[in-house]
């Protein structure tokens, strides 16, 4: 049995080139598709899209609604929350005002000053 002897470059080239060749001829010697496959084809891509669009619509409907009403629960809870720190605020006491203070103290003042009399 002769030892392998590597292929030089011309004859890669040629064999590249037969391989082309041959591709070529299979490529043309296919016969071309018949226009009522390739309609029908063509009419169930169409609705395979429209189906997947419609799907893809009442995903993006349902994830939107799932926010919504997250956004909704999260309010609801915030003012819950809210409510219920009012309700557990202690009261504060009615603080007299400034000019209530003044008029008490003028009012003293005054009770002093009919007293000395």
Same mark, same amino acid.
């Given at each position: 049995?002769?030892?392998?002897?590597?292929?030089?470059?011309?004859?890669?080239?040629?064999?590249?080139?037969?391989?082309?060749?041959?591709?070529?001829?299979?490529?043309?010697?296919?016969?071309?598709?018949?226009? #009522?496959?390739? @309609?029908?084809?063509? *009419?169930?891509? +169409? !609705?395979?899209? =429209? %189906? $997947? /669009?419609?799907?893809?619509?009442? &995903?993006?409907?349902?994830?939107?609604? #799932?926010?919504? @009403?997250?956004?909704? *629960?999260?309010? +609801? !809870?915030?003012? =819950? %929350? $809210? /409510?219920?720190?009012?309700?557990? &605020?202690?009261?504060?006491?009615?603080?007299?005002?400034? @000019?209530?203070?003044? *008029?008490?103290?003028? !009012?003293?003042? =005054? %009770?002093?000053?009919?007293?000395?009399?």
């Amino acid at each position: 049995m002769p030892a392998f002897k590597a292929p030089d470059f011309n004859e890669r080239a040629a064999a590249a080139r037969d391989a082309k060749q041959r591709a070529l001829e299979k490529l043309r010697s296919k016969p071309a598709i018949d226009p #009522a496959v390739l @309609a029908e084809r063509q *009419a169930a891509q +169409a !609705a395979r899209d =429209a %189906a $997947e /669009a419609e799907r893809r619509a009442e &995903k993006q409907a349902a994830l939107q609604a #799932a926010k919504v @009403a997250k956004e909704e *629960a999260r309010a +609801a !809870a915030k003012a =819950a %929350a $809210e /409510a219920a720190a009012e309700a557990a &605020k202690p009261k504060a006491p009615n603080l007299p005002t400034a @000019a209530e203070l003044k *008029a008490a103290r003028d !009012a003293r003042y =005054a %009770a002093r000053k009919a007293r000395a009399r």
